[in-house]
């Protein structure tokens, strides 16, 4: 089951496109930012105009397009202030390279640039997304522009690397907009884990019986995708170790290893264990393993009994995390079917772990909501609060800021 998080509700984005073919790609990340609750107001430089209509965007966004500082419409004439002041961030998305060099010029002689110069720059930041070629983006005068843009406070968001619309291949390519969506929302978090390296288990693990088949569970990944995405979001360092699952890694986690067993999940945990502050055990990891692997398949032909074969316990991850000299802070997940209080009492007993995160697997595997039980040595309480469920996202966020309590970490911006 899917769930529509809305996590722009309420924010007031002013979009600005300039001149590059990447402004096909601004139609489709207009209709992202409204479907994820922001209100948009698009301004076009002439350039832009050369590419994609007004009329597309002023369809898209539900509002008419800015397309000259001589606009009419606005009762003082002065569109340049009225929109700054009501935006909660400005997204140039594409910036070509000359767009990028009139910001950094601090040039006003179009509207969208005279915009940016005139917006109130503590409440409303700019970000940039580049678009162009290669060649363009890797020039000495065009990293000299992105240098003075972040010094003057800009975020650039990419820009990709890969095709590009003339054919050739290297960094330039504006961000899809699915990613540009994303970091956006990133940028709105508050970061409350800036700096904290944050090791992360997710998904289930593969035990192999032989070459073709294996011992698995239902785990999807989704929490522990969740929890990575949120980890990097406030602001931490991310190690993500996940089993064998179908998602995409979280726009901001630095590193992801992959495993298929209990034992490699094991082998890649322990060394970036020591590494860490804090360890959030969100895998699924499978009890026991069969204790051989069959090199080749085990035949059904001829057999009139079915085999048969031993298994051996896996290393428990977490106990032996938490059991290192120095341990990151460590977080346990248990996944029952019930009595959900009982068994995680006694998990966060027996793996000596400060906080324990409850949720009955049946009623969540592969899907995007949760209900969550947190116990500690002295409290149980739910996330929700009410006992209802919630998007993976927006529990592994609200978990994210109950670790910073914990852990006093201040907030920082
Ligand atoms: O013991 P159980 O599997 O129910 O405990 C769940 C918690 O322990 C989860 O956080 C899980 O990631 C972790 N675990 C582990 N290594 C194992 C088994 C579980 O890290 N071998």
Redesign the pocket.
């Known amino acids: 089951m899917s769930t529509q998080r809305t996590d722009l509700l309420g924010r007031h984005i002013v979009l600005g496109l300039t001149g590059g073919i990447a402004c096909y790609k601004s139609a489709e990340l207009v209709r992202l930012l409204v479907k994820a609750g922001a209100s948009v107001q698009v301004v076009m430089t002439e350039g832009a105009q050369a590419f994609i209509t007004p009329v597309t965007m002023q369809a898209l966004s539900g509002h008419p397009v800015v397309t000259s500082q001589w606009d009419a419409r606005e009762p003082n004439n002065m569109a340049h202030i009225n929109l700054s002041r009501e935006a909660d961030a400005m997204v140039i998305a594409p910036a070509s390279a000359d767009f990028m060099a009139l910001l950094a010029q601090g040039r006003a002689d179009e509207v969208l640039s005279l915009m940016c110069l005139a917006r109130p720059r503590e409440r409303c930041p700019l970000l940039v997304a580049p678009a162009m070629n290669r060649e363009m983006w890797s020039h000495p005068a065009t990293q000299r522009n992105v240098d003075q843009l972040i010094q003057d406070g800009a975020v650039i968001l990419g820009p990709d690397n890969g095709e590009q619309a003339c054919g050739e291949v290297g960094d330039g390519r504006m961000l899809e907009p699915a990613d540009l969506l994303d970091d956006l929302i990133a940028f709105f978090q508050p970061k409350v884990l800036q700096g904290q390296r944050v090791l992360i288990?997710a998904g289930p693990t593969f035990e192999a019986i032989d070459p073709v088949r294996g011992i698995t569970n239902h785990s999807s990944g989704k929490m522990g995708f969740a929890m990575a995405r949120a980890a990097a979001e406030a602001g931490a360092e991310v190690t993500l170790v996940a089993g064998p699952v179908h998602l995409d890694t979280p726009r901001g986690v630095v590193r992801r290893i992959n495993v298929q067993s209990?034992q490699q999940m094991h082998d890649a945990v322990l060394p970036a264990a020591t590494e860490s502050d804090i360890f959030i055990?969100?895998?699924?990891?499978a009890?026991w393993r069969p204790a051989t692997l069959a090199q080749h398949k085990i035949k059904k032909e001829g057999k009139k009994v079915a085999p048969s074969f031993e298994l051996t316990e896996?290393?428990?991850?977490?106990a032996a995390v938490a059991a290192l000299p120095q341990p990151p802070y460590c977080v346990?997940?248990?996944a029952e079917s019930e009595n959900l209080l009982e068994h995680a009492r006694a998990?966060l007993r027996r793996?000596r772990i400060p906080l324990i995160v409850g949720n009955l697997g049946p009623a969540t595997f592969g899907r995007d909501d949760n209900a969550l039980l947190l116990v500690d040595s002295t409290d149980q309480w739910q996330l929700p609060p009410d006992g209802s469920t919630a998007d993976k996202l927006v529990l592994a966020r609200q978990l994210m800021a109950e670790l910073a309590r914990r852990l006093n970490l201040p907030e920082s911006d």
């Open positions: 288990t209990a055990a969100t895998a699924a990891v009890d896996n290393p428990d991850i977490l346990g997940f248990a998990k793996k």
